[in-house]
């Protein structure tokens, strides 16, 4: 057992459980804690989470916990919860000071802010780092080869928090552009639903890929409006996580989209979700916030018009197809 100070995870979903098992497997003792207490009992009494993580055995380096105070002295904290309750669950934590790695990919609805001016707001004094990237959660807990970014201002904090982290098969690449991974990850979940309508929608493969093409051109407007750097925008957390994104039903967005382009309403689709599809939220709040900027973003905008239900699958496709010629 190792004697190092144990990592805190906070959110006891997919993506927290598989990080946790990923610091557990290189053999660093995690305090995982979650709002479920049925999954808190699971993981302690049967090294497994059945509800977000089913199937997927976890080490016992992993405890879970869902008092606050249990993760004092950790040596940092992944926070892990979906981007719209991140604000509200980090209040119910005393601030230590440690370093907060950021794992959701969204941006705050209401607030526009990013998740990194979000933790700062709620954690004054803790420094912040971001992790992004194209992270299938069951596939990184089942220890499949991985890569993601892994952000922070201050360079030698990344380089603490990437050797801490890194696995053999789970490689983080380091960077001081927080907005570009940040906005990659937030971007690329409402390019997923639309990419997942073209398929419920049986568009055909020629559209998947103009879309990812032509969505991968409205994150980069934003993008760089935002100050994050083109090469940013173009690895792991922005193409990397576009691409996995929007060819597969394990992600919720794609799938969300793929339902859908079927011709079912988004009211009944994310009415009582047990998952998070975190592009319904985002959609909205970087329409705005591009808006704002005086920014273009067609395919937000589409996506943003199906949930609301303004408009139906079919005219929203004659709207992106009738909008003007222009140059590429
Ligand atoms: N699952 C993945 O593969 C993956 C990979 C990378 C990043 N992420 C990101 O990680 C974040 C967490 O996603 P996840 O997949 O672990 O979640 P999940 O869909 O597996 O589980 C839902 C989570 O939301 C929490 N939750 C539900 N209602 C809540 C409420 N009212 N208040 C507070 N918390 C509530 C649940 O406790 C649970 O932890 C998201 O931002 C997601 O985009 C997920
Ligand atoms: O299931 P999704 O759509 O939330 O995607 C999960 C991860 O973000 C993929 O990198």
Not at 112 to 131: D, Q
Not at 134 to 157: I, N, Q, R, S, Y
């Amino acid at each position: 057992m190792s004697m190092e100070a144990p990592i805190g995870v906070i959110g006891g979903g997919a993506w927290g459980t598989a990080l946790a098992q990923v610091l557990a497997a290189g053999g660093r003792p995690v305090t995982l804690w979650a709002r479920n207490r049925s999954v808190v009992e699971s993981i302690n009494a049967l090294h497994e989470n059945p509800v977000y993580l089913p199937g997927r055995p976890l080490s016992a380096l992993v405890r879970a916990t869902d008092d606050p105070a249990a993760l004092h002295g950790a040596a940092a904290l992944l926070v892990v919860t979906p981007a719209q309750h991140m604000r509200m669950i980090l209040s119910g934590f005393a601030p230590q000071g440690q370093p907060l790695l950021l794992c959701a990919k969204g941006i705050e609805a209401h607030s526009r802010k990013f998740m990194h001016e979000v933790a700062r707001e709620a954690m004054p004094g803790s420094p912040v780092a971001v992790l992004s990237g194209p992270t299938f959660a069951h596939e990184v807990a089942a220890g499949l080869p991985t890569a993601v970014t892994l952000a922070a201002e201050d360079e030698a904090l990344a380089r603490t928090l990437a050797e801490w982290i890194a696995q053999p098969a789970f490689r983080p690449y380091v960077t001081d552009d927080v907005a570009g991974a940040e906005i990659g990850g937030a971007v690329k979940n409402v390019l997923a639903i639309a990419c997942g309508v073209v398929e419920g929608a049986a568009l055909g493969q020629n559209a998947r890929a103009a879309l990812i093409a032509r969505g991968f051109a409205e994150m980069t407007r934003f993008g760089l409006a935002c100050g994050a750097r083109l090469e940013t925008l173009a690895g792991l957390s922005g193409l990397g996580d576009l691409v996995l994104t929007c060819s597969s039903t394990s992600s919720r967005n794609y799938t969300l989209g793929k339902e859908l382009g079927e011709g079912r309403k988004a009211s009944d689709l994310l009415v009582d979700r047990r998952t998070v599809a975190e592009g319904a939220f985002t959609a909205p709040v970087l329409l705005e916030a591009a808006r704002l900027r005086g920014i273009d973003m067609p395919i937000t905008a589409a996506v943003c018009a199906l949930i609301a239900g303004t408009l139906d699958v079919d005219d929203a496709i004659r709207t992106l197809l009738s909008r003007p010629l222009r140059a590429e």
